[in-house]
């Protein structure tokens, strides 16, 4: 996670603001009222760029890839340690 400000994350997605403040609605991105930053995995917001912009992945299939994806990074992490575990077995 990153922290970057308002501004600087719409840059990062070609100005597209809307995406920015539909993500910032649906609980993608943590903003900050404080300091107008807001708390991200850049890669998400690449990753939902990508998904709504580009493949027009609606906002329900978007939720529902990124927490797919979380949870396969999950378990790709458990498998790694079950098998670190076992080799040193």
């Given at each position: ?50 998904l ?10 978007l ?21 670190g ?5």
């Open positions: 996670m990153t922290r970057f400000t308002y501004q600087r994350l719409v840059e990062l997605v070609d100005g597209d603001d809307e995406l920015i403040a539909r993500c910032v609605d649906e609980g993608i991105i943590e903003r900050r009222t404080d300091d107008d930053r807001v708390t991200v995995d850049v890669d998400r917001v690449l990753i939902a760029r990508t709504v912009r580009d493949l027009e992945l609606g906002w329900t299939g939720e529902l890839v990124l927490r797919l994806r979380d949870e396969l990074a999950e378990a790709r992490e458990r498998i790694a340690a079950l098998e575990e076992l080799a040193k077995r």
